[in-house]
T-cell receptor, first 116, second 110 residues
Framework: GAVVSQHPSWVICKSGTSVKIECRSLDFQATTMFWYRQFPKKSLMLMATSNEGSKATYEQGVEKDKFLINHASLTLSTLTVTSAHPEDSSFYIC????????????FGPGTRLTVL | QKEVEQNSGPLSVPEGAIASLNCTYSDRGSQSFFWYRQYSGKSPELIMSIYSNGDKEDGRFTAQLNKASQYVSLLIRDSQPSDSATYLCAVGNYGQNFVFGPGTRLSVLP
């Protein structure tokens, strides 16, 4: 399966600051990546679909101006949480589709964000 | 609205037993079906995918798909304590995003 990395694996920041999370597809070119958020003991919630070279598609209720997504290359998508607040503290996970002819999603290891 | 449902559990089975996890979905047009395992504090990892009606076996895992009943299941034979995790069912339709179920928490008791 596809290998996906995320950086950083965890981050602690002060309220009001911005945090950037990187998602890299290491072994194939991903035209589409997905960003999820997961609160403790809750299920995965899709935030947005990141498309290389075009604007991301956000799910209903997700603020596009707060969660900035950039997918500038076929191997890298970034999620920036702007003006973070304690309620943004969560586990952020990206995934990529497995390539041409398959819609299997492979997940990165996740980034745990804590906003003080 | 497309929905995927799973019993939240916890499902408790003794070590060595068969664990049976179930999933139903609402979209009859769904084409692809996946089971992921998620350990606490970790991201989901793919266990199996299945696309055709019937059974698909991989080691101790067997996925079963019945499109007419809109039902997909995962059987884990010879359950081990290391199988204790949350199991996520995901349903897809090529070209569209997955819909994930809420997950079933499995506890394998030594």
């Amino acid at each position: 399966g596809a290998v996906v990395s995320q950086h950083p694996s965890w981050v602690i920041c002060k309220s009001g600051t911005s945090v950037k999370i990187e998602c890299r597809s290491l072994d194939f070119q991903a035209t589409t990546m997905f960003w999820y958020r997961q609160f403790p003991k809750k299920s995965l919630m899709l935030m947005a679909t990141s498309n290389e070279g075009s604007k991301a598609t956000y799910e209903q209720g997700v603020e596009k101006d707060k969660f900035l997504i950039n997918h500038a290359s076929l191997t890298l998508s970034t999620l920036t949480v702007t003006s973070a607040h304690p309620e943004d503290s969560s586990f952020y996970i990206c995934s990529t589709s497995g390539g041409v002819g398959t819609d299997t999603q492979y997940f990165g290891p996740g980034t745990r964000l804590t906003v003080l | 609205q497309k929905e995927v449902e799973q019993n939240s559990g916890p499902l408790s089975v003794p070590e060595g037993a068969i664990a049976s996890l179930n999933c139903t979905y609402s979209d009859r047009g769904s084409q692809s079906f996946f089971w992921y395992r998620q350990y606490s504090g970790k991201s989901p990892e793919l266990i199996m995918s299945i696309y055709s009606n019937g059974d698909k076996e991989d080691g101790r895992f067997t996925a079963q798909l019945n499109k007419a009943s809109q039902y997909v299941s995962l059987l884990i034979r010879d359950s081990q304590p290391s199988d204790s995790a949350t199991y996520l069912c995901a349903v897809g339709n090529y070209g569209q995003n997955f819909v994930f179920g809420p997950g079933t928490r499995l506890s394998v008791l030594p």
